[in-house]
């Protein structure tokens, strides 16, 4: 069974500019989250979507992040415009249902892409 | 909003030592994880657990979900080279309108010398 795919695996901009990360989560996953990572720290979950709709971006900085999950499968994740503070690696994760503590609903995670502003 | 605390922030151990590390909430989860991070690569699932008082084994690996729902411990014997890498632990109250959304902490940082 093929992982989560993200792409690209590394990214350096300068600040002000915009970057977008792509998703594409395990096959039939309804789940999928994207994280934050900073140096040091755990991961930050930045949103979640069930199938296409949100369900937890409280911790989404929307005034220059977004994201979206178009039919259900594949996602992207933009920042516009970067800040120095926004260096740190995006994980994004999948799991079946995303609903309970159940083996079914673990959260497999992709490798992530290291974003770097300079 | 709910904070994880893990201990030691780094070990650094020989070769065939147990090791323990441990996680403290400011409040209560439903479920703890625990992950391993290796360079370069995502978060990979070690052992979960869904009841207090919990005590669950992967191997080598030993974890246990504390009484008061707050803790949680992770005990690794005999450690090998391979367990290199960087150990979080993660709460989640699964179920209802929390869709399984989990908070990690800050990770231990594990050097295994041979």
């Known amino acids: 069974e093929a992982g989560v795919a993200q792409s690209p695996r590394y990214k350096i901009i300068e600040k002000r500019q915009s970057v977008a990360f792509w998703c594409n989560p395990i096959?039939?996953?309804?789940?999928l989250y994207w994280y934050q990572q900073i140096l040091g720290q755990g991961p930050k979950l930045l949103i979640q979507f069930q199938n296409n709709g949100v369900v937890d971006d409280s911790q989404l900085p929307k005034d220059r992040f977004s994201a979206e999950r178009l039919k259900g499968v594949d996602s992207t994740l933009k920042i516009q415009p970067a800040k120095l503070e926004d260096s740190a690696v995006y994980l994004c994760a999948s799991s079946y249902s995303g609903t309970s503590g159940s083996g079914g609903d673990t959260q497999y995670f992709g490798p992530g892409t290291r974003l770097t502003v300079l | 909003g709910q904070q994880l605390n893990q201990s030691p922030q780094s070990m650094f151990i020989q070769e065939g030592e147990d090791v323990s590390m441990n996680c403290t909430s400011s409040?209560?989860?439903?479920?703890w994880l625990w992950y391993k991070q290796d360079p370069g690569e995502g978060p990979v699932l070690l052992i979960a657990l869904y009841k207090a008082g919990e005590l669950t084994s992967n191997g080598r690996l030993t974890a246990q979900f504390g009484i008061t729902r707050k803790d949680s411990f992770l005990n690794i014997s005999a450690s090998i080279p391979s367990d290199v890498g960087i150990y979080f632990c993660?709460?989640?109250?699964?179920?209802?309108?929390?869709?399984?959304?989990?908070?990690f902490g800050q990770g231990t940082i594990l050097t295994v010398h041979p």
């Open positions: 096959s039939g996953h309804a789940t």
């Open positions: 993660a709460g989640t109250n699964a179920g209802g309108t929390s869709y399984g959304k989990l908070t």
């Open positions: 409040s209560i989860f439903n479920t």
